[in-house]
């Protein structure tokens, strides 16, 4: 069946590193594929998606590529600020009718 | 815009007793969702609505579960003779739906359920 496997944490991270949380997907055909994160104390929110192979989506200095080929949609930062802690979940959308989230990365940056 | 909320926040139960939960969508969204989370993990999707139609339901979904929509509007979720393994955070979501896959859900802060 449809799954996602994602990078385990936590990760701590100094103030202007970079960042890359791995995820990998197992399902047939092309689905929707989502990063959301959550920040202390609130709910989870969006972060970037792509629904097409190749795409690269981006937000807040976020980057994800939908690599077919890898079955993968790795999340990029290039220099992570304390306000990016948080835990951060990938996400799989396969029909519309059935959905499947990673167990999260917990991520904090240290000024 | 008021976003999804949920109620209550909190429930501390006995075991075997049943317990309610309601969530309220963002009012223009034709689907809702439910979800579960356990501490450490990713939420597990539970079932879904589009309008009052459940479309879904992932066999996680026990007999004890039970979801309704009766007016496309809010949702209850219901669980009977509750167990300490259903001790969890009880996750709701609306998007609005055009019928394909890659629509964002929107979530709530959730209902944390304590199962004594």
């Known amino acids: 069946g449809d799954s996602v496997t994602q990078m385990e944490g936590p990760v701590t991270l100094s103030e202007e590193a970079f960042l890359t949380i791995n995820c990998t997907y197992t399902?047939?055909?092309?689905?929707?594929l989502f990063w959301y994160v959550q920040y202390p104390g609130e709910g989870l929110q969006l972060l970037l998606k792509?629904?097409?192979?190749?795409d690269k989506g981006s937000n807040k200095g976020f980057e994800a590529t939908y690599r077919k080929e890898t079955t993968s949609f790795h999340l990029e930062k290039g220099s992570v600020q304390v306000s990016d802690s948080a835990v951060y979940f990938c996400?799989?959308?396969?029909?519309?009718?059935?959905?499947?989230f990673g167990t999260g990365t917990s991520l904090t940056v240290i000024p | 815009d008021t976003g999804v909320s949920q109620d209550p926040r909190h429930k501390i139960t006995k075991r075997g007793q049943n317990v309610t939960f309601r969530c309220d969508p963002i009012?223009?969204?034709?689907?809702l969702y439910w979800y579960r989370q356990t501490l450490g993990q990713g939420p597990e999707f539970l079932t879904y609505?589009?309008?009052?139609?459940?479309?879904?339901k992932s066999r996680l979904l026990s007999d004890r579960f039970s979801a309704e929509r009766p007016k496309g509007s809010f949702s209850t979720l219901e669980i009977q003779r509750t167990e300490q393994g259903d001790s969890a955070m009880y996750l709701c979501?609306?998007?609005?739906?055009?019928?394909?896959?890659?629509?964002?859900?929107?979530f709530g802060p959730g209902t944390r359920l304590l199962v004594l």
């Open positions: 609505f589009q309008n009052e139609a459940q479309l879904e």
């Open positions: 009012s223009e969204h034709n689907r």
């Open positions: 979501a609306s998007s609005l739906s055009f019928g394909s896959s890659g629509e964002t859900q929107y």
């Open positions: 792509d629904t097409k192979a190749d």
């Open positions: 996400a799989l959308d396969h029909t519309g009718n059935q959905f499947y």
């Open positions: 399902a047939t055909g092309y689905p929707s």
